[in-house]
């Protein structure tokens, strides 16, 4: 045993020297980009390229190698074989969402350390915004849901997204400041009670908010919503260049798919940034002392009240950016996107990730993501094919075909939540990547101040 | 003038009056301590001197300003810091952010700033690290800047406190039982600490303190207390052979019990 240690820190070590780093991420990319491409149905093709990231996040490569590849395989090669199978955006597109959500909510929770369970309505704030103002539900309001006649205009042009893209920032960023007023002056529990109730708020408002006045559709939800333009050109463009390494003529929908991700891959990487440089500012750090200890860090000069604040804002609009983006993406809205279990979904990614590392909650949001959307999915599909063939489990002689179709691991996302966040607590309560604080070099100079 | 000064100052927990009437006073410069048996309000006191607890009836006046009334960050931010009785230190923060903290008041640094990371910011984040890397080597820290305040042993631990309260530049400091747990040698090196803080920086210190020695050997002036109130004040010689602080440590001759 002892030996298989020592030599499994040997191979790890060789791994992790010389030019081995280059070759191993290179290979593990190439194999991905290979299988991906040969079997784009294949889920574990999918996961074996998506992982080729996390290596090259692992390896000891200069940070340039590390940039450029990571470009090369995000802008380039993900959108091809993205568009090969539509699923995969979708999966990588909604990967981005999450990982925007996740740090967000590792603002207020992790850094700031004030337990937010109704995270989810933020983000549904800036679906809703752009869901009201980008579609023609403003002409809707005198009728109620259903009954309004077909031909009614649209308020705005598509295009206003973007300019909607940075108002739900601030509408976000506002409506967390209203919340956090009352609510601030609790701690610990009281406030994820009270955070957890506003969450439903807001979800039972736009399910209601159809009477007296028609404003949110109800619980039919809002639908069309318009996206930004696309000139025939870029479809043109997309063909032209890419068309041979795709193999078959690539349709607006699609590369509107490919808009989309890249779009949100674009947030995200504002977003670690912000997050990031607060992080590592003033704020962050009186951020940090309030998570550590209120009464010290208010007898520091911390004003307690404005920093909570700005917790609340700043992680709230980062979802209101992506509530628009989900609401363009999509083109309909509806309450159910907005659960309760959302929040938890969130929160999950973050305790998984990491609580307050940021490469930590973008690792979460894809694992709860690609967990969810490929892997329970994966296997309730592979049940019902053996439930449809003569397949017999072998020594206790079950026929497959007798399993009950209650059976559905798709179904089973709130179990998978419980056992990640029970293991996590159990093995690994600081996250698969753990926060870490920042070292610094410190010049020591003379005695004396 | 004197820098900060208390005038009738109680504050009461339901039926029970932890602090009464105290009229308090200490001078730009001095070394003060508060002694007093356990749960004589010494603690008490200190909080609602820094904003932690509202005082129901007094006054109290810092440098020309009126504190009641005002949270804790503004009186901080107004020059008064503090260490604690029970060390409340951010643990899993290294040394530096500790101390970093401190400065909170001190740093100009706005939102938009700190996005842009212009070179004003720049600058004054290296000149607040290279100030807290001074002040650790000031209280006697070397070679931790980079470890987590938890991992620290205690009386390091004590020495990151009394950093991070000066990183805030005060006028006064405010130290709650600072030697508590320090063995002899320790307690020694403190007590020159906090000698050289007063002479070098000209901070004003008032302790709270329960080792004689330390009390004796540090304090200009000292104001005992007893059951929420004021019962001395005077030279350490004087309080020394002061009946009623005797009776207070010691408890009262024995005649009344047989009475």
Redesign the interface.
């Given at each position: 045993m002892k030996t298989l240690g020592t030599f499994s820190q040997e191979m790890l070590r060789r791994i992790q020297s010389g030019y081995m780093p280059y070759l191993v991420s290179i290979l593990h990319a190439l194999v991905g980009i290979y299988l991906v491409y040969t079997s784009p149905r294949s889920n574990i093709a999918f996961l074996i390229f998506i992982s080729s990231l996390l290596t090259l996040y692992t390896v000891k490569t200069s940070a340039a190698y590390k940039v450029t590849a990571g470009v090369l395989l995000a802008v380039v090669v993900m959108p091809i074989l993205g568009v090969r199978n539509i699923f995969y955006l979708e999966i990588l597109f909604q990967i981005c969402v999450f990982a925007a959500l996740a740090l967000g909510l590792n603002i207020v929770v992790g850094f700031a350390g004030l337990l937010d369970l109704g995270y989810v309505a933020f983000y549904a704030v800036g679906a809703y915004l752009w869901a009201f103002f980008g579609s023609q539900q403003y002409y809707v309001i005198p009728y109620a849901p259903g009954t309004q006649p077909a031909d009614l205009p649209f308020l705005l042009p598509g295009d206003m997204f973007y300019l909607f893209l940075m108002l739900a920032v601030i509408i976000a960023a506002v409506t967390g400041i209203l919340l956090g007023l009352p609510v601030l002056r609790l701690r610990g529990d009281y406030l994820a009670i009270v955070t957890l109730g506003f969450g439903e708020v807001i979800r039972v408002l736009a399910n209601n908010l159809d009477k007296p006045w028609n404003i949110t559709n109800g619980p039919q939800g809002i639908t069309p919503i318009q996206r930004p333009t696309l000139p025939p050109a870029v479809v043109d463009l997309f063909n032209n260049t890419l068309g041979p390494v795709i193999g078959h003529p690539v349709k607006a929908s699609d590369v509107y798919n490919v808009l989309f991700y890249l779009m949100a891959l674009l947030i995200i990487l504002v977003i670690i940034l912000?997050a990031r440089?607060?992080d590592d500012?003033?704020?962050g750090?009186?951020w940090?002392?309030i998570r550590?200890?209120e009464?010290?860090?208010?007898?520091?000069?911390?004003?307690?009240v404005r920093m909570k604040l700005?917790a609340f804002a700043a992680g709230a609009s980062f979802a209101g950016a992506m509530g628009v983006m989900f609401a363009a993406s999509r083109t309909f809205v509806s309450p159910e996107s907005f659960s309760f279990m959302q929040s938890i979904g969130v929160l999950t990614m973050v305790i998984l990730g990491g609580i307050g590392s940021i490469p930590g909650v973008i690792l979460g949001a894809a694992v709860v993501v690609l967990l969810n959307l490929q892997v329970l999915q994966g296997l309730s599909l592979y049940l019902s094919q053996l439930r449809q063939s003569d397949a017999v489990i072998p020594i206790i002689n079950f026929a497959w075909k007798n399993l009950s179709t209650q059976l559905d691991p798709a179904k089973y996302q709130r179990l998978l939540f419980g056992i990640i966040l029970i293991l996590m607590m159990i093995f690994r309560p600081a996250g698969l990547i753990p926060a870490a604080?920042?070292?610094?070099e410190?010049?020591?100079?003379e005695?004396?101040? | 003038m004197a820098l900060l000064e208390t005038i009738g100052v109680t504050k009461r927990f339901g039926g029970l009056t932890a602090v009464m009437k105290m009229d308090f006073k200490i001078e730009q410069g001095e070394i003060l301590s508060i002694i007093g048996p356990n749960g004589a309000g010494k603690t008490t006191f200190f909080n609602t001197l820094t904003g932690i607890y509202r005082p129901e009836e007094g006054k109290i006046i810092f440098n020309g300003h009126p504190l009641i009334g005002l949270r804790p960050d503004q009186i901080a931010a107004l020059g008064i810091s503090r260490t604690f009785q029970n060390i409340r230190l951010f643990g899993n923060m290294t040394v530096i952010e500790n101390i970093l903290v401190g400065m909170h008041t001190r740093l100009k640094q706005n939102p938009l700033q700190v996005l842009l990371r212009n070179k004003a910011f720049m600058e004054e984040e290296q000149e607040a690290e290279a100030r807290a890397a001074q002040l650790m080597q000031y209280v006697g820290l070397t070679n931790v800047g980079n470890e987590l305040a938890r991992n620290l042993p205690y009386g390091a631990q004590r020495r990151v406190e009394i950093a991070r309260a000066l990183a805030a530049n005060p006028t006064l400091l405010l130290l709650d039982e600072p030697t508590a747990g320090m063995n002899p040698q320790e307690t020694a090196e403190a007590i020159k600490l906090f000698r050289r803080i007063r002479d070098e920086k000209g901070i004003t210190i008032l302790l709270i303190e329960h080792d004689m020695r330390v009390v004796m050997s540090i304090s200009e002036r000292i104001t005992v207390m007893d059951y929420g109130e004021k019962i001395a004040e005077g030279l350490p010689e004087q309080i020394r052979s002061n009946q009623r602080v005797i009776e207070a440590y010691l408890g009262r001759e024995t005649v009344s019990e047989k009475g």
């Open positions: 912000v440089r607060l500012s003033k704020i750090r009186a940090t002392a550590e200890d009464t010290a860090a208010i007898a520091m000069g911390i004003p307690l700005a604080r920042r070292q610094r410190l010049a020591v100079e005695s004396g101040d | -």
